[in-house]
């Protein structure tokens, strides 16, 4: 079983950064690729990025390319999400998912572990 919590979550100005981290215990994710994703009000879930568990794929959303990075640091059995630039529309709940696969998923289906997520809240 494998536990995910988010952090790093909060209210920022535009044109700010967070970083977002996604601790896993439980068992290591080495083998797992993870992503990020996020929920505004009113709307369904989203994919912002992910992270194959070699660190070696990447993909982003179009609207976070250029402006998010995502990153991971497997001796800490972490990821993170560092986000530049931010927007009042990037704001919405943050949750980061794990699958075991080197496969780099988008959809939310995709992915069997969940974290309880963190707010990010961005003013104009």
């Known amino acids: 079983q494998v536990r995910l919590v988010e952090s790093g979550g909060g209210l920022v100005q535009a044109g700010g950064s967070l970083r977002l981290s996604c601790a896993a215990s439980g068992r290591t994710i080495n083998y797992y690729a993870v992503g990020w994703f996020r929920q505004a009000p009113g709307k369904e879930r989203e994919f912002v990025a992910v992270i194959s568990w070699s660190g070696g794929k990447l993909d982003y959303a179009d609207s976070v390319k250029g402006r998010f990075t995502i990153s991971r640091d497997n001796a800490k059995n972490t990821v993170y999400l560092q986000m530049n630039s931010l927007k009042p529309e990037d704001t919405a709940v943050y949750y980061c998912?794990?699958?075991?696969?080197?496969?780099?998923?988008?959809?939310?289906?995709?992915?069997?572990?969940w974290g309880q997520g963190t707010q990010v809240t961005v003013s104009s």
């Open positions: 998912a794990a699958e075991r696969s080197n496969t780099v998923y988008q959809d939310v289906t995709d992915y069997g572990y």
